[in-house]
């Protein structure tokens, strides 16, 4: 009978709409603002504006020689945890322009839009669910907007604008040479379902995993990289058993949630929010929001990574629309059906954003002369450090360059690491903390005649003394998974 194989042990929600993961529900603990993060990573070239230079591009960042080694790292776990630790998911790789006909089918020409509402004093445009959130409390309470541009209450009735941006493919432009640039990665893994299926030799339940860029025209971008126009996604689609899905989902729930915190984020500052039934997408039997909690006052409680039990809507609208045949055979039954679909989709660049502010601190700590001072540490785990270990001769005299970089061979064979000799030993630390990096090794003048370095750990700041030839299996001790 369908709906009996291959369902994991249930976990029910009880009806709870929001809930904090963990035995206790417990107050968030970050507070660290936003402005602090972005001029952090605008000071450490992690994350800036694009082509500031030029004045920059709205809500448009670049990721420099550190933020583009921590979103890799994230994007990296979350291949490692959802594809080559699991025998039941596969990867692929979407082209970003599809035709027409893929985005008629999926629903998002005709239901991807935003309600915006128009000023008549300023002509400025906004979302009129994030006004009324923001202004009246809530999108069912009822009352007069005012514009945030001029401060007058003139705004007009709301009007739906679709988020897809489209361009023309050749030299031409009509309606034939019309392509739009995906809003999202799930639709390639619907309509490659039938071929990754057939050469992949997978059953239902089964997934298919997808990472990579996607654009939306949102009207209005904001707070850094927690809402552009062009971000990347992870998303999976699970494809199950119709009546197993309500138990799949709930187990992709509980996994995504531990993900988060097997990464570092602390339990209090996550939560599932359940949606509502009037905001339930048009494909959607039941979706659920990994919310993290950022304490700065426009974000608060905010979207990390939606899961959506999306029936079998997909593999049918692009049946119907196609011709082709997206069912799936299922040879011990005897039957033929179109899989339902659990989709966990994250987004890279908020989780990013969201292990930056978790691991944010500011400590007091004793310095080289033993009096405290205050320092900055990112406390990431080290899988997602930018630099898992730097190397830093004691001095940049002649004498012990060659030992440091015989040290810095060693350890850049098997790690992201950092080369550096200018400054004192103790700016050095502190840069160092502040970037994230697990481990400092020194290179002093003993080590020339002990060949030694003495090994400093980031969040206990404690020394080991460790010979060279002996460094590379202390530090994979202390690494695992790096």
């Known amino acids: 009978m369908r709906g009996s194989r291959g369902a994991p042990t249930p976990h029910r929600h009880g ?13 968030p603990t970050v507070t660290v603002e936003l402005k602090t993060i972005v001029e952090l990573c605008k000071t450490r070239g992690i994350i800036f504006p694009t082509a500031e230079i030029y004045g920059g591009v709205r809500s448009t960042w670049d990721y420099g020689p550190l933020g583009v080694e921590l979103k890799e790292n994230v994007k990296r776990q979350w291949w490692r945890t959802m594809v080559q630790l699991r025998d039941d998911v596969v990867g692929m790789e979407q082209a970003i322009l599809g035709p027409t006909e893929v985005w008629q089918a999926s629903g998002h020409l005709a239901n991807f839009s935003d309600p915006l ?25 009822e009352g007069t907007l005012t514009c945030p541009a001029c401060g007058k209450q003139e705004l007009g009735d709301p009007k739906n604008f679709n988020l897809m941006f489209k361009t023309n493919m050749g030299p031409i432009e009509s309606s034939g040479s019309t392509v739009w640039m995906r809003p999202e990665t799930a639709q390639g893994m619907f309509v490659n379902f039938p071929i990754v299926q057939r050469t992949s030799r ?28 062009e971000f990347e996604q992870m998303e999976m689609e699970y494809f199950v058993e119709p009546g197993t899905d309500e138990d799949w989902h709930q187990y992709w729930i509980d996994a995504r949630m531990d993900w988060y915190a097997d990464l570092g984020i602390r339990r209090e500052n996550l939560r599932i929010r359940e949606h509502e039934d009037d905001e339930l997408s048009h494909y959607a039997k039941r979706t659920v929001d990994v919310e993290y909690y950022f304490p700065d006052a426009s974000m608060g409680w905010s979207e990390l990574e939606g899961l959506a039990n999306r029936t079998d809507f997909d593999l049918k609208a692009h049946q119907e629309a196609s011709g082709q045949d997206l069912t799936y055979f299922d040879q011990v039954a005897g039957e033929r059906y179109h899989p339902y679909v659990i989709e966990p989709a994250a987004g890279a660049t908020r989780a990013t954003l969201a ?4 691991a944010y601190r500011v400590e007091e700590a004793p310095d080289a002369k033993g009096e405290m001072q205050s320092r900055t540490v990112l406390k990431l ?16 005299k002649d004498t012990l360059t060659p030992a440091a970089k015989e040290v810095f061979d060693i350890v850049k064979q098997r790690w992201m690491c950092e080369y550096d000799e200018t400054q004192s030993i103790g700016r050095r630390y502190r840069r160092q903390d502040e970037i994230g990096t697990p481990y400092c ?32 299996s202390y530090l994979i001790e202390r690494l695992p998974g790096c």
């Open 381 to 396: 785990d080290p899988r997602l450090s930018p630099y898992k270990v730097a190397v830093l001769p004691l001095s940049k």
């Open 355 to 358: 292990f930056l502010f978790d």
């Open 117 to 141: 509402v128009e000023c008549a004093s300023c002509h400025q445009r906004f979302r009129e669910d994030h006004l009324r959130e923001t202004q009246l409390g809530g999108e069912r309470v």
């Open 202 to 229: 997978k059953k239902p339940p089964f997934g298919i995993a997808q990472m990579g860029k996607s654009f939306r025209n949102e009207i209005t971008p904001g707070n850094f990289v927690f809402r552009t126009r």
């Open 15 to 27: 009806g709870v709409r929001c809930q904090t993961i963990g035995s206790t529900v417990s107050e």
């Open 441 to 472: 090794v020194t290179v002093d003048f003993d080590s020339l005649e002990d060949r030694a370095v003495t090994v400093r750990d980031r969040d206990t700041m404690s020394q080991d003394r460790v010979a060279i030839d002996r460094l590379e």
